[in-house]
């Protein structure tokens, strides 16, 4: 194989790729844009109330963000709303001209997965869904939904993940890692049964705050800089919880998208957790596989933010280890950190190699084909 | 390489970028205190427009608890993921040697000193009584 470290390098004319982006940030204009999707029972509550969350913030983040809304400088769109908030500027700016075939749309805002009150967080899950639906699935052939559950109410998030399952439309059931236990306690299981019983992939995207420090017990971090790292290991903690409890045992069926975790620490987890499993086999008895083979075989990642190793080919070894199939681009527009498909993993790849990766793994962990 | 008519001075006020077209390549131009730089508009990472980046100064600290903040304006910070250049020289602060966005040459001139030529002025139409901003390229 010969390598190319050029990070410029160009992709030949004929090998032009029709994308699959895993992560594309839509945002309601204002909370007020979901009232109409929002079950009449709680307007009262969402006029009077609105966020109570699980995290003492409700409006702020406890990490100040490096770019307004998150974002990118120039996706806010020039007819105003958020960076996110405008379908056609999106397609403007984001999937024509860099050819998405199918973008999967993860919404983080308002965080109706994180809401104190069950009874609101289901309502205002449904709202969001059904938001999505509206606003942009059906407006949008393009692009795919992600069902946002109520994760502290598993058995809520199962009768959500059935409703929006029958609708179709959208690619995954969204969780995240950080929540009030890890993700791979008993009172979680019910929505892994639910994704692997209507046959919907889970999706894990960054983040989710618990009120705990995000630095796994080291106390509370200083800087952004801090928090954005760690959400690789809040990523390893969670998949470290779920492969022990044995989740993947107890669900043969589900697979998992770990996406914008990064992928340097994959390799190394799955080292760790072999030897660990290894030694401690009396302490779990459920997990009758090596983990590495679990990372290798029922979970894919996303790329972006993309690892950027000094030396460019390393990326290729980083593929080896964690496999071709498994890696899946996702650009996280408009987010400041997000990746641009033409210059994100700048190493050679062959033409299939690269359509594995920006489109066809996927087009197989989604089902979208 | 020939000097391109971009702007008139007086549409580029201190402290404000603007992204011109020059021979079909954008350009980011800065009035620096009244002096005018220019960098090629797009960031040699991802590509990113440049010229929509924040203008910032240089935060130093050479060691705990004492910190310095100088050169206000100087320093161009990519509109995507915040990789800082030196709007005098397109060097990154990060890795100067390796990392450059190409610079070009900018210059304050009177019309009465460019009708005079040679110049190109594609968009901009000469007067001898107004200031403009040159770009080589
Ligand atoms: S595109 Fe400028 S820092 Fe990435």
């Known amino acids: 194989m010969t390598v190319d470290v050029d990070p410029r390098l160009a992709v030949p004319a004929d090998a032009k790729l029709r994308l699959v982006d895993c992560d594309i940030h839509p945002i309601v ?27 003492p913030y409700t409006e702020a983040h406890p990490y100040p963000k490096p770019t307004p809304a998150l974002s990118r400088l120039d996706t806010w769109p020039p007819g105003g709303g958020p960076p996110g908030s405008d379908l056609d500027f999106m397609r403007a700016q984001h999937l024509d001209p860099h050819d998405i075939e199918i973008g999967v749309l993860q919404v983080l805002w308002p965080t109706a997965a994180r809401q104190r009150n069950l009874g609101y967080a289901a309502a205002l899950c449904s709202a969001v869904n059904d938001w999505q639906a509206a606003e942009w699935l059906a407006r949008e052939k393009r692009l795919r939904g992600s069902i946002m559950v109520s994760q502290e109410d598993a058995g809520s998030a199962a009768a959500e993940i059935a409703r929006c399952a ?38 894990c995207h960054v983040g989710g705050l618990n009120g705990y420090a995000v630095t ?39 697979r998992m998208v770990a996406i914008e975790a990064g992928l340097g620490w994959v390799p190394a987890l799955g080292w760790r957790l072999d030897d660990l499993w290894q030694r401690f086999r009396g302490e779990l008895p459920a997990v009758r596989r090596p983990p590495s083979d679990t990372l290798r075989e029922r979970l894919w990642y996303t ?43 700048p190493v050679q790849m062959s033409q299939a190699e690269r359509r594995a990766i920006f489109r066809d793994n996927a087009m197989a962990v989604y089902c979208l084909g | 390489m020939a000097r391109h008519v971009v702007l008139r001075a007086a549409e580029l006020p201190e402290g404000e970028s603007r992204i011109v077209t020059v021979r079909g390549r954008e350009i980011a131009v800065f009035n620096l205190g009244g002096e005018f730089f220019a960098l090629v508009n797009r960031c040699p990472h991802e590509g990113a427009p440049l010229g929509l980046g924040l203008r910032v100064g240089l935060s130093e600290s050479d060691r705990p608890g004492c910190y310095s903040h100088s050169r206000p304006g100087e320093l161009l910070r990519c ?47 000469v007067a001898v009584q107004e200031e403009y901003v040159v770009v080589e390229v």
């Not at chain 1, 998949?239 to 022990?244: G, K, N, P």
């Not at chain 2, 800082?84 to 900018?106: H, M, N, V």
Request: one cysteine or more; glycine letters at 8%; hydrophobic letters at 35%.
């Open chain 2, 79 to 125: 509109p995507w993921h915040g990789w800082e250049f030196d709007i005098r020289t397109g060097q990154s602060w990060c890795e100067p040697s390796r990392l450059k966005a190409r610079a070009y040459a900018a210059t304050r001139e009177s019309g009465a000193a460019l009708v005079k030529g040679p110049y190109v002025a594609e968009s901009v139409p």
């Open chain 1, 29 to 55: 204009r204002s909370t007020a844009d979901l009232r109409p999707y929002l079950d009449p029972c709680w307007h009262d509550y969402f006029d009077q109330f609105g966020n109570f969350l699980v995290s």
């Open chain 1, 303 to 345: 790329t972006q933010p993309a690892d950027e190793p000094e030396d460019p080919r390393h990326l290729r070894d980083l593929f080896d280890w964690i496999g071709w199939d498994r890696v899946c681009f996702a650009s996280d527009y408009p987010h400041w950190d997000s990746d641009d498909p033409r210059h994100a993993l």
């Open chain 1, 166 to 203: 029958r609708r179709g439309g959208y690619a995954q059931v969204m969780v995240m890692p950080r929540n009030l236990e890890p993700m791979g306690r008993r009172r979680y299981w019910p929505i892994f049964q639910a994704a692997q019983e209507h046959d919907i992939t889970l999706g």
């Open chain 1, 216 to 254: 796994g017990g080291a106390g509370h971090c200083s800087f952004y800089a801090e928090e954005k790292d760690s959400n690789g290991f809040a990523m390893e903690a969670m998949l470290t919880s779920m492969i022990f409890e044995g989740v993947f045992e107890a669900f043969p069926r589900l």
